[in-house]
């Protein structure tokens, strides 16, 4: 009966290769232009990843210093409007959050590929 639904839905180690496979052969299509950067080039690539996470949540980045400088600045404020901001607060952080996890998803492959050319570099140079 076991051997049954192991055929029908498989074991868990080939649903989870099943369910990573596509960001693998991504990793490697992304490895096979990666490969032939420089050093340099590499440094740089992981300068355009820090650039894309800060560039996606500039806006919300923004928002949160300008609320907090609010509170900071006007201590008369009513506290239903005190809640109100640090909701709003709350808010932008969790899609400032969200916004970073769907940057890292889209860079995941060529950072894994990055990681990949720098230990093959670092292999291979004696100093």
Known sequence: MLTFFKKLFG???SRDLKAIQPKLDETIKAYKHISNLS???LRHKTVEFKAAIENAV???ENEISELKRQLETEYDLATDIKEK???QIDRL???QYEKTEDVLNQILPEAFSVIKAAAHLFKNNER
Request: charged letters at 45%; glycine letters at 6%; aromatic letters at 6%.
């Open 39 to 41: 050093v340099d080039d």
């Open 58 to 60: 500039a806006g919300e």
């Open 93 to 95: 952080e969790k899609q």
């Open 11 to 13: 074991d868990k180690a």
């Open 85 to 87: 901001i640090y909701a």
